[in-house]
């Protein structure tokens, strides 16, 4: 077995298209998308690390944006390509975020990293795929970093839904008993942190915080409620998690954040 075997095995058999398409995923997509829209610029120059079968890419190239995308999967490499489309500026290839050799240095205007970090377990792993992301980036521009949130995770499918025993998962190591903070291993698929882990991690890089976005807030906690919504209460439910998914009060509260940083000049 390879050291992405697990990965492999995961996405063969998870359907991420509809996890995005279905109105509580939708949140994390339109949350993300309205903060690449406040960066991106008429000729702006896309890279998507760690793609997945396309949904942001193909949504970018269709707006006329010029994306290369990398993807480590063949069964998302697979779907990515059969949903291209012939006038889409897209181009993905088979690659690891933490080796982006292949990319030049300062070429992309807006730098995605919305999946590999998420399948990363130590701290030197992380930094390396952040310290890609940077390096492609032009000087000025942007890169988006998303992480699964451990609390909103650990609300919504251990207290809520009861997927994971909370009681076990204290048992067997993988949270602390005082704090609830995660301890991820790889087995668990997702390393799961708090806004404090990506503190850290980013301390000492040459770039500066534009935001920290909480972008599916309780989404996923009450995604039964959402899915019911007309489509009129759901537009509002957005206006109102658009106006709140940055307050320091609820950024805990969400199962994905998006950290967004600007490449020094």
Known sequence: MNNHQYLTDFYTGYDEESRLASRHGAVEFLTTMRYIQKYIQPGSLILE???????????????????????????NLDIFRKNTLEEELVSVVQGNALDLSAFPD????????????YHLYTKADKQQAIREAIRVTKPGGVIFAAYVISDGCLLDEGFHRGNISVAGYIKNGL????????????????????????????????????????????????????DNMSEETFQLFLKYHFSTCEREDLLGVTSHAVDIFRKQL
């Open 49 to 75: 690390i760690g793609a997945g079968t396309g949904r942001y890419s193909h949504a970018l190239a269709r707006q006329g944006y010029h994306v290369d995308a990398v993807e480590l999967v063949q069964h």
């Open 106 to 117: 300062n070429r992309y205007d807006i730098t995605l990293l919305l999946g590999p970090l």
């Open 175 to 226: 949270l602390d008993p005082e704090t609830f903070a995660a301890i991820s291993k790889r087995e668990d698929i997702f390393e799961l942190v708090r806004k404090e882990d990506v503190d850290e991690l980013m301390a000492g890089f040459p770039v500066t915080r534009l935001h920290y976005v909480a972008t599916d807030g309780c989404a996923l906690l009450i995604r039964e409620a959402i």
